[in-house]
């Protein structure tokens, strides 16, 4: 079926993914409003008939593990699923935060097969961008790989960040990054051509959600907190981006800079507001902003940011 959706190879995965996919952190009502299955049921299925084929999420993500697996279960074959690892499901008195040990490992793994209601995980990525100490300590990548060769998880991967990302990517250990990036946030945009080059998948998070500029309609992602920064909003005005719009919207200009990001295999945006994804698709299908555009757009963001 043609949906006029752009695809990528993720990496040395082989995976073919959608440039656009779906972060379901949007179904956690500590993200936004509250959402019914009936509404996951609705937004799940019409991005897999629209064609997008990447799905990440979360134990972390509140119900969002179980609300993907109640609603798209039928069709595991459709999509390409992530989920992540570290997030405390079985951890000792006293461990906080992300832990990385391989009982917790285990144990979430578990946990997601069984909510997710599928049989393997294409990617398990480590959440909280863990620093090489924190995953030598207790052999967290090897737990990982144990679970790999077990069936469990086809590839590994590694939400990274700053300070810890090129420590990561140094590695060699990650089938995929995901990294954040937008027009307005961009200290990862050379990270994200270097994990490329390593042979890594790149999975691109917060391209209109974090940072975004002040409109009307934030596509259901206007209570993060992100939003709210005031560095990135005047940002956006310093750098006079409305000039370059073009009839856009500010968002779909957030969306499709993002998508022009050489090195992107596919960004994730959430949303369980069956409208707020079409202007999603709509935007995907567009593509990268003009050469030009993009140039320009980079110029002023470079002089504003000084």
């Keep these: 079926m043609a949906t006029g959706l752009p695809t990528r190879t993720l990496g040395r995965t082989g995976l073919e993914v959608t440039t656009l996919g779906y972060g379901a952190m949007s179904l ?12 996951a049921n609705e937004v799940l ?29 039928g069709r595991r074959n459709e999509y390409v699923l992530a989920t992540k690892c570290g997030c405390p499901v079985q951890v000792e008195p006293g461990q906080q935060g992300h832990v990385y040990t391989p009982a917790n490992i285990t144990a979430a793994v578990e946990q997601s097969l069984r909510r997710l209601q599928t049989d393997h995980l294409d990617i398990v990525q480590f959440h ?8 030598d300590e207790h052999g967290a990548v090897e737990a990982l790989k144990d679970l790999q060769r ?19 990517i140094d590695l060699g250990a990650f089938d995929v990054f995901q990294i ?36 009307e309609k934030l596509w259901d992602i206007r209570r993060l907190p992100e939003v709210a920064e005031e560095r990135p909003r005047t940002l956006w005005e310093t750098a006079a981006l ?8 500010r968002m779909e200009f957030m969306l499709r800079f993002t998508l022009s990001h050489p090195d992107l295999d596919t ?6 507001n069956p409208e707020h994804l079409r202007q999603n698709l709509d935007a995907a299908r567009k593509g990268p902003l003009a050469p030009d555009v993009m140039a320009e757009a980079k110029r002023r963001l470079d002089a504003a940011a000084g």
């Design 128 to 135: 909280g961008s863990p620093s090489r100490a924190a995953l």
């Design 180 to 215: 954040p990036y937008s027009a307005l946030q961009r200290e990862h945009e050379a990270l994200i051509a270097t994990a490329r080059a390593a042979g890594a998948g790149t999975v691109i998070r917060g391209g209109v959600a974090r940072g975004a500029p002040s409109e």
């Design 28 to 39: 956690d009502s500590r993200f936004g409003r509250t959402v019914s299955q009936a509404e």
């Design 242 to 249: 409305d000039d370059l719009l073009n009839s856009a919207s």
């Design 150 to 168: 077990a069936g469990k998880v086809r590839f590994i991967g590694m939400s990274g960040t700053l300070p810890n990302l090129p420590a990561q």
């Design 267 to 272: 960004t994730i945006v959430g949303t369980a």
């Design 45 to 73: 299925n019409a991005l897999l008939d629209a064609g997008v084929n990447f799905i990440d999420t979360s134990p972390d993500y509140g119900p969002s593990e179980e609300m993907v697996g109640r609603a798209i279960a």
